[in-house]
């Protein structure tokens, strides 16, 4: 009795919890299919391009990368506080066109073209949200923001460091 009670517990469950990840999906644009357990590209086969960095070079780029999240939060605790013209300083000369250097002369020759430019596009970007936050801008500067982080995201979806 307990048994079948706790199996039909178990039903039930797992009927609500369908439905939510079902309606989860629709809602994001998803086909119910992509959805499972696990995010979807723990099982997806990795087909990211590799870019073979000399090792001195990976870790430089790396270090920069873990540079590039700080920024993000930077600008978005300064977001946080209605501090436009912090976000805006971040935004232009540690993650901008302001922020190029001799690091990224080192590593463009390891880098394919296409990867290359979405670096550069990402950058032009942060400066667009630069200028965009010295409006005052709120609704607008988060929007460039997530413009920024979009390529960010873009280029981990593509390119991996060998
Ligand atoms: C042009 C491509 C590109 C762009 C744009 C880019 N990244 Fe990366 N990022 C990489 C690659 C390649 C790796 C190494 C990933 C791997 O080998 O699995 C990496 C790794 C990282 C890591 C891990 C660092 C570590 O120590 O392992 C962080 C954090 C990171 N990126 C943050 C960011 C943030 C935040 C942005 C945007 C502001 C960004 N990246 C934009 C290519 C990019």
């Given amino acids: 009795m307990i048994n079948y009670k706790r199996g039909v ?70 977001l946080g506080e209605g501090n436009f013209d912090q976000a805006a300083e971040v935004a232009e000369f540690s993650l901008g066109v302001s922020s190029l250097g001799p690091h990224n002369a080192r590593q463009a020759p390891y880098m394919p073209s296409a990867m290359k430019e979405l670096g550069m596009t990402m950058h032009k970007a942060s400066s667009q949200l630069a200028l965009v936050a010295q409006t005052g801008d709120m609704q607008e500067s988060v929007r460039e923001l997530a413009k920024v982080t979009g390529y960010c995201v873009a280029c981990h979806a593509s390119y991996r460091a060998k």
């Fill in 9 to 78: 517990l178990v039903v039930i469950a797992s009927v609500i919890a369908q439905s939510y990840v079902t309606t989860a999906a629709l809602s994001a644009g998803h086909e119910p299919s992509m959805v499972g357990h696990e995010p979807p590209t723990a099982e997806a086969p990795d087909t990211r391009v590799v870019a073979d960095f000399p090792e001195p070079i990976k870790q430089a780029m790396l270090q920069r990368m873990r540079r590039n999240l700080t920024d993000i939060q930077r600008i978005q605790a300064a």
